[in-house]
C-alpha cells in the first residue's frame, strides 16, 4: 500500500476528495516514531490534527515529584489535537509519546481549513471532539470524587463488562495502572493487597477476579 492509499484507508478521509493534491503540497502526511519517542511535549504548539493509523500513544502529565499520571490513550484510527488547533492557546497540556511503533497521519492546519468544507470529515471532528470531551470529564470526575478503591474497582468493573468475565486481564502492566490512575506504584500495590485480604479481589499478577462489590 502506496502512502496515498494508506492516507486514504483512514475512516476521517475515506470520502475526501482532492487528497492527493494535499499531500503533494507537503499538507498532509504520514510519519513514523519509535516505541518510546515523544510526539509532542507539553508546552508544543498544535499545528496540525493527527491520527493514528499504526500503533498506540498515550498523553500523560509530570508532577513535580517526577510521577506521571495518563491522562488518555490514543489507538488506531484516534484523532489528536482536535480540540486545541483552532484554540486562541493553541499548546499542548500534556506530554504524549509511543507505547509502541506508530506511524501517524499530520494534516496541518491549512489541510485541516479546506477539509471542514466536506460534511462527512466535519462530523468525524465533532464525533472526536466529543470523545475527548468525555473523557476529559470521567478523568476528573475519577480524581475529584472518589478513593483509590472505588477507582480501581470502577475500572475493574469497567473490564468485567468489556472482557465479559467476573476474571480481568489488565490490558497494561501494573505500573502502567498505577499512572492511569494518578498514584504512585506501591500506593496501587497495597490498597490491591487491602482488596483482596478483604475478599473484594484475588490477584495473580494481571489477571485480577471480582468476588464482590463494593
Do not use: W
Request: charged fraction near 20%; include cysteine; hydrophobic fraction near 40%.
Amino acid at each position: 500500500m502506496n502512502e496515498i492509499e494508506h492516507i486514504k484507508s483512514v475512516p476521517i478521509l475515506k470520502f475526501v476528495n482532492d487528497i492527493e493534491l494535499l499531500v503533494s503540497q507537503g499538507i498532509i502526511k504520514i510519519e513514523k516514531y519509535a516505541k518510546g519517542e515523544t510526539v509532542y511535549n507539553q508546552g508544543s504548539s498544535c499545528t496540525s490534527l493527527d491520527i493514528v493509523v499504526v500503533g498506540s500513544l498515550t498523553a500523560y502529565s509530570l508532577s513535580e515529584n517526577g510521577s506521571s499520571t495518563v491522562m488518555f490513550e490514543f489507538k488506531k484510527d484516534s484523532i489528536i489535537g482536535a480540540n486545541l488547533l483552532f484554540a486562541p492557546k493553541n499548546i499542548y497540556p500534556l506530554n504524549i509519546y509511543c507505547l509502541t511503533e506508530c506511524e501517524l497521519v499530520h494534516i496541518e492546519k491549512t489541510a485541516v481549513e479546506i477539509l471542514l468544507h466536506n460534511y462527512d470529515f466535519v462530523m468525524s471532528y465533532v464525533k472526536s471532539l466529543s470523545q475527548n470531551s468525555l473523557g476529559l470529564n470521567n478523568k476528573i470526575a475519577m480524581f475529584s470524587r472518589k478513593t483509590l478503591r472505588q477507582n480501581i474497582f470502577e475500572f475493574l468493573s469497567q473490564q468485567s463488562i468489556a472482557q465479559q468475565s467476573q476474571t480481568v486481564y489488565l490490558p497494561f502492566s501494573k505500573k502502567e495502572f498505577a499512572d492511569y490512575l494518578g498514584v504512585q506504584r506501591p500506593s496501587l500495590f497495597r490498597e490491591l493487597k487491602k482488596m483482596q485480604l478483604d475478599g473484594i479481589i484475588s490477584t495473580n499478577n494481571r489477571k485480577i477476579t471480582i468476588i464482590k462489590h463494593i
